[in-house]
């Protein structure tokens, strides 16, 4: 299937945010659910960019309540082990066609990085017409996006990189932005500490103030 139609996308965009996630400890990931799917944001990006970051995966997968994605994905053997631990969709930092491809053939979707219009192109050309607009702070921001979305009509943009709470309504305002990604809704230090409370807590607030938004 190809990633420009995946069903995945369009449950993305339905949810507005991506936690980001990076967990140390994966025996920490059914804290983790409970807190995402008690806190109304049953979505989650887990990063592998920790050891225990494809067991974790396997576990948020196994619920069978959440829509559980791989992060920082880089190359086509990542994309075999995040799929075959429970991703359903893929996460990249930039615009590889050979970990596109590979998603098409896993049948999961892809969601490459491109901040450039050369990068957007490249991922068109691929198949793909969502992409992460990563790092969005210091890439231009909501200006960056609005101006690409012009000669790129018909592309939507995933914001991820240095947003937080403060911030992602500017984000959320912009029609091409299908969903904002980012760590703030999930803080490392709850999940070092197990207080499946506190990201219950922070993620109903972040599911909250995005439907403000809306």
């Given amino acids: 299937m190809s990633a420009a139609g995946h069903p995945v996308l ?16 994966p025996s920490a990931a059914t804290l983790l659910g409970d807190g995402l799917v008690g806190g109304g944001l ?3 990006e887990v990063t592998l960019r920790t050891p225990g970051a494809l067991d974790a995966i396997a576990t948020l997968a196994a619920r069978g309540d959440l829509l559980v994605g791989a992060g920082t994905v880089l190359t086509v053997d990542q994309v075999d082990r995040a799929v075959d631990a429970g991703a359903q969709y893929i996460v990249s930092p930039g615009t590889s066609a050979e970990v596109i491809a590979r998603c098409h053939e896993r ?6 990085g491109a901040v450039t219009a050369t990068e957007v192109q490249a991922a068109l ?13 210091t890439s231009g921001g909501p200006a960056a996006i609005r101006a690409l979305a012009a000669p790129f009509a018909g592309v939507s943009f995933v914001p991820t990189g240095g947003i937080g709470a403060d911030d992602v309504a500017q984000y959320l305002a912009i029609p091409a ?7 703030w809704m999930v803080p490392r230090e709850a999940l070092r500490n197990g207080d499946g409370e506190e990201i219950r807590r922070q993620v109903a607030a972040a599911v909250s103030a995005a439907t403000k938004e809306e």
């Fill in 125 to 137: 050309t691929a198949g793909v017409t969502t992409v992460k607009f990563f790092p969005a702070s």
């Fill in 10 to 25: 369009a449950e993305l965009a339905r949810h507005r945010l991506v936690p980001v996630i990076v967990i140390e400890d």
């Fill in 42 to 44: 049953p979505v989650a």
């Fill in 107 to 112: 049948g999961v979707a892809a969601l490459p």
């Fill in 177 to 183: 932005v299908s969903a904002v990604g980012g760590s």
